[in-house]
C-alpha cells in the first residue's frame, strides 16, 4: 500500500511564504492533489495536478513537483489561511491520503 | 450547484453495521464523469478514504476496510450508500461523502459531514 507523509505542523508570520511537503514513492508517477481544512469545515481543494489552481483560489497558493516530494506553497500567507493541509494521491483504484499538516499563521 | 448531504444513525453499537445515505442533489450520479466516494476522520485526526462507486455499480474500497464496507447506489433516488459492518470504537468518526472526478481524481463536492459515534 501507498503512504504520503507530512509534517505535523509548519509555523509562519502574516505576509511570509509557507511551504507543506508530502512524500511518498507513488509522487514519481502520480499526481498530488491539496485540500485545505478549517475547523468544523469540509475540506476544500486548493491545488491539482501538482500545480493547478481550481476557480476562486487565491493565487498565493501554488504547487510543484519534484521528483517523490510534492510541496504546497502559500507566498504572503494570510491570517485566514491558518488550517489544516492534506495532499492526496490516486493509484491503483484507491486513494490515499497524508496525515494532515496544522499551518499556523501568527 | 451540487450539493451532497449525510444521513443515518449517529449512534452504533459495537459489533453492529454503521449505515449512512448520501442524497446528492444538482446533478446525478448516473453521470460517467464521476466517482461518488465515503471518506471518514476521526475527529481530531486526518483523512481516511473509505471506497467509492461509480453509475455502473462498480465499486472501489480501501483494502483495510475492504472486508466490512459495501458501497451502493440508488439511482431513482439520487442516493449512494455506505454499509460498515461489526464496527468497533476505532469506528468513530466523521463520515464524509464526495464527488471525485474521473478526469484528475478531484474530490470537487464534499458533503458536510456526520459524526458517528461507536458506543454501547
Known amino acids: 500500500s501507498y503512504e504520503l507523509t507530512q509534517p505535523s505542523s509548519v509555523s509562519v508570520s502574516p505576509g511570509q511564504t509557507a511551504r507543506i511537503t508530502c512524500s511518498g514513492d507513488?509522487?514519481?508517477?502520480?499526481?498530488a492533489r491539496w485540500f485545505q481544512q478549517r475547523p468544523g469545515q469540509a475540506p476544500v481543494l486548493v491545488i491539482y495536478?501538482?500545480?493547478e489552481r481550481p476557480s476562486g483560489i487565491p493565487e498565493r497558493f501554488s504547487g510543484s513537483s519534484a521528483g517523490t516530494t510534492v510541496t504546497l506553497t502559500i507566498s504572503g500567507a494570510q491570517v485566514e489561511d491558518e488550517a489544516d493541509y492534506y495532499c492526496?494521491?490516486?493509484?491503483?483504484?484507491?486513494?490515499?491520503f497524508g496525515g494532515g499538516t496544522q499551518l499556523t499563521v501568527l | 450547484q451540487v450539493q451532497l448531504q449525510e444521513s443515518g444513525p449517529g449512534l452504533v453499537k459495537p459489533s453492529q453495521t454503521l449505515s449512512l445515505t448520501c442524497t446528492v442533489s444538482g446533478g446525478s450520479i448516473s453521470s460517467s464523469n464521476y466517482y461518488w466516494s465515503w471518506i471518514r476522520q476521526p475527529v481530531g485526526k486526518g483523512l481516511e478514504w473509505i471506497g467509492r462507486?461509480?453509475?455502473?455499480?462498480?465499486?472501489n474500497y480501501n483494502p483495510s476496510l475492504k472486508s466490512r464496507v459495501t458501497i451502493s447506489e440508488d439511482t431513482s433516488k439520487n442516493q449512494f450508500s455506505l454499509k460498515l459492518s461489526s464496527v468497533t470504537a476505532a469506528d468513530t468518526a466523521v463520515y464524509y461523502c464526495a464527488r471525485l472526478s474521473i478526469v484528475g481524481a478531484m474530490i470537487d463536492y464534499w458533503g458536510q459531514g456526520t459524526l458517528v459515534i461507536v458506543s454501547s
Open positions: 462507486i461509480y453509475t455502473s455499480g462498480s465499486t
Open positions: 507513488v509522487l514519481a508517477k502520480k499526481y
Open positions: 495536478k501538482d500545480n
Open positions: 492526496y494521491s490516486a493509484a491503483d483504484n484507491n486513494l490515499v
